[in-house]
């Protein structure tokens, strides 16, 4: 203040050696710019001497004093890390990384946006680490949006236009100082999600909100699910009293863009590996992705007011070979259609396409067969490759004790799914009588051709069933069959040739014995002829 009154005043040193322009210059020089916290706090005194502390040039000095006391102090505190790990273990010389208590980047958070912008500018280019540049900008984001970057951003509505305009600039200022765009980026995942969710409810420039959805999607592998839960806004020019979708899926799904259109040609650390192998960097990503998506997914799916046909890209937006399983997916497309039983038949049946019964985990397959929500054609199918899983394995457990007629059978019971899968299949594709037939009749005749489909699906079910009994009985014979039991069987046969064995008989009584059996012969001959029949 006297540095800027004696400006202001003319008292230099035209009217005395010691004149207060002198001075203050001195006490500046001595005592105030060797200094952070004292520059700082000089720095935040001159936002209310504007225009006279700029005239006199004492913010640039007091900005690049700063910038150069910081990279100083970066580099004593550099050398004397690196002479505590030589001296100590790694683990103990990394165990304390966090700032003192009197460290001067939260101070900086209690300067206005002007002069922040401008002194981070210069730290920045001064050489000071992204971490630390990361640091002062969550603690001035903190202190300058009054909680605006909570859970509940979307209740900001109801603030004063001028308040949301200062919020507005500070959220841009802050994503035009964050550090450059990086998959190592030391910015946290949830700092640019709460970065989003405040651009989103303060309306920001679609520059700033492009630029964090990039950030995100480059990050997705440090993302949870509570961060790409971003809430949505009414649409321009809708009715006020019309509903709208409780989260913004346009959103998550330009990020999820984002992180499928990585170019990693350049990253050294995927050198030498193949994409799409199970271990691939990228591959292991991209299943990490599917279970957050799929979370997403269930999570979006209770909401009434969300379409179809955002749903159903979101859940086509990943590559097949992303799922491992795909019981996730199942899970939040069933959610969905129980939420929304009213969809059409083709919205149905494209977003049940989505879903790879081969890969559903026999708990999820036997409630996929039993599901009445879903289409019969995928019904059929899942229960199609549930049998052919179970043959497997059955083949694998049971070697050769398994009969020709029971792998038969299982043959049997393929074939009559794969030809329900296919009848459907044509009556699906064919258009006979779709002219000539009202709607009223149409879904009546749908309807009782998906009763007699079901009818034929618990059958086969049975069938299947029966089937493993048989099995299980088969392998209980052959361990109940001894060597024990085959020598009382030959025992057994033994004797009764034994007992077969009689004296012959005298003449007369053999002839007696074959007139007798003549006379027999006859008469039942008789009576055959005579009767009825």
Known sequence: MLRC???????????????????????LRDAVLPSIASS???????EALLPAAEDVGLVPRLI????????????????SKLDQCAQLKPAAAFADLDPPADWWGKSVAALGLDFFQRLLSAVKAKGL??????????????NALHGLMARDVHRCGGADADAVKKQRAVVEAIVGLLPAQSRKSPVPMAFLSGLLKTSMAVSASSICRADLEKRIGMQMDQAIL???????????????????ALYDTDVVARIFSVFLNLDDDHNEEDDGFDYDSPRSPKQSLLVKAAKLLDSYL????????????KFISLAELLPDHARVVTDGLYRAVDIFLKVHPNIKEAERYRLCKAIDCQRLTPDACSHAAQNERLPVQMAVQVLY???????SAIQAGGGSSMGGHDGAVFFGCAAAAA?????????????????????????????????????????????????EKDHVSMKRELVRVGPANRLLRGLARSLGRLFRMRPAAEPGLQQLGAKATADAKVLFQRRRRHSIS
């Not at 209770?302 to 179809?308: M, V, Y």
């Open 298 to 309: 269930a999570e979006v799916a209770l909401d009434s007011n969300i379409l179809p046909s």
């Open 385 to 391: 490759f549930e049998q052919l899983r179970l043959r």
């Open 129 to 142: 680490k992204q971490e630390t540049v990361t640091r002062i900008l969550i603690n001035y984001a903190q």
């Open 419 to 467: 030809s329900v899968q296919g009848s459907v299949n044509m009556r699906s594709g064919s258009g006979v009588g779709s002219g000539a037939m009202s709607p009223r009749d149409n879904y009546a005749s749908v309807r009782r051709e998906n009763r007699e489909l079901k009818l034929e699906v618990a059958r086969m079910r049975m069938r299947l069933t029966d089937l």
């Open 40 to 46: 700082v706090a000089v720095l935040r005194s001159c």
């Open 226 to 244: 509570e961060d790409i839960l971003i809430a949505a806004g009414a649409a321009v020019g809708a009715p006020a009293g019309q509903q709208h």
């Open 5 to 27: 009154a004696a400006h202001y005043l003319q008292i230099t040193d035209d009217f005395s050696d010691k004149s207060l322009e002198l001075r203050a210059e001195a006490f």
């Open 64 to 79: 690049a004093a700063v910038a150069t006391n910081v990279c100083k102090e970066q580099l004593t505190s550099g050398l």
